[in-house]
């Protein structure tokens, strides 16, 4: 009898937690993230984003979204997800916030800016940035999270839209170890390789060394094609006959065909490689 008295007094007490706080889930921290359980937010609908969002919701995540650029969201509007007008209402209605958004002064505007993530994420929350951005502010964004005990991920992506579109992509993740295990079922919607590389930062100098192996490779795929052109060659023919060889690359297997049938609707801008490599 006093066992069962006890056992009703604890999860009244549970109940009173989780009405002052919004969710118990958000107090106690989250464990592994469910569709049925953990409501995720979404903040970035360009190339990458949108995409990627698309499979978080096709896994069955209650998902509520923001863009600077509303248009963008009506895709995802139309699969379920409630667009929402600023990155703190985001935070306010999820456990996990995700973001994949232009520049680092935008991750910075979206995660410590006045109605931004953390001004409305509840203690026990996740932030995973996506955005291929700057190491030093991933660990800026990692202390200020701990200080009202958010955890912070640093997870750019490579991939391109076609990874995106595909559920493809390679994910680098700096951040605590038990956060990066809660969020990976998210990740696993569209993500094939996921990596975690030590601490927080670690995700985004994991990008910049993908940055500089992959602009290199597509400059000479890019060199190698306009000499095979001016020499008068078939320049598919030219491909099918490199590709099988030392030549072969990732690069080459997305992108030469595209270039070949003119094909050029971004995947990844020019200016994202600029940033990383300046």
């Known amino acids: 009898m006093m066992t069962s008295l006890r056992t009703a007094l604890h999860s009244a007490r549970l109940s009173r937690l989780a009405h002052a706080s919004g969710s118990y889930q958000a107090r106690r921290g989250i464990t592994t993230c469910q569709p049925s359980k953990t ?13 990627m969002a698309s499979h978080v919701i096709k896994a069955g995540y209650d998902t509520t979204v923001f863009s600077r650029t509303e248009e963008k969201c009506k895709p995802l509007q139309e699969m379920g997800a409630t667009l929402v007008s600023t990155p703190a209402e985001v935070a306010e209605r999820s456990d996990v916030v995700f973001l994949i958004v232009g520049y680092p002064e935008d ?27 700057d ?9 200020k999270s701990k200080e009202i005990e958010v955890a912070s991920i640093d997870a750019p992506v490579s991939g391109g839209d076609v990874g995106a579109k595909n559920g493809a992509l390679t994910i680098m993740m700096g951040g605590d170890a038990k956060a990066v295990k809660a969020v ?6 569209f993500g094939k390789t996921m990596e975690h590389m030590g601490g927080p ?26 000499y095979a052109k001016k020499a008068g060659l078939d320049v598919s023919q030219m491909i099918n006959a490199v590709r099988g060889g030392a030549a072969g690359s990732r690069s080459l297997e997305l992108y030469a065909e595209r270039i070949v049938k003119r094909d050029f609707e971004p995947g990844f801008f020019v200016d994202h490689f600029v940033k990383v490599l300046t």
């Open 184 to 189: 990976e079922p998210v990740l696993q919607t």
């Open 201 to 226: 930062g670690s995700g985004q100098h994991t990008k910049m060394a993908n940055q500089i192996m992959i602009s290199t490779t597509m400059l000479g795929l890019i060199e190698g094609m306009m």
């Open 135 to 143: 190491p030093e502010l991933a660990i800026e964004i990692y202390k």
């Open 39 to 51: 409501r995720i937010g979404w903040i970035g609908a360009g190339v990458m984003g949108r995409a």
């Open 107 to 133: 991750v910075r505007s979206c995660v410590l800016g006045e109605d931004g993530v953390l001004s409305g994420m509840k203690s026990g929350g996740v932030v995973v940035d996506m955005t291929t951005s």
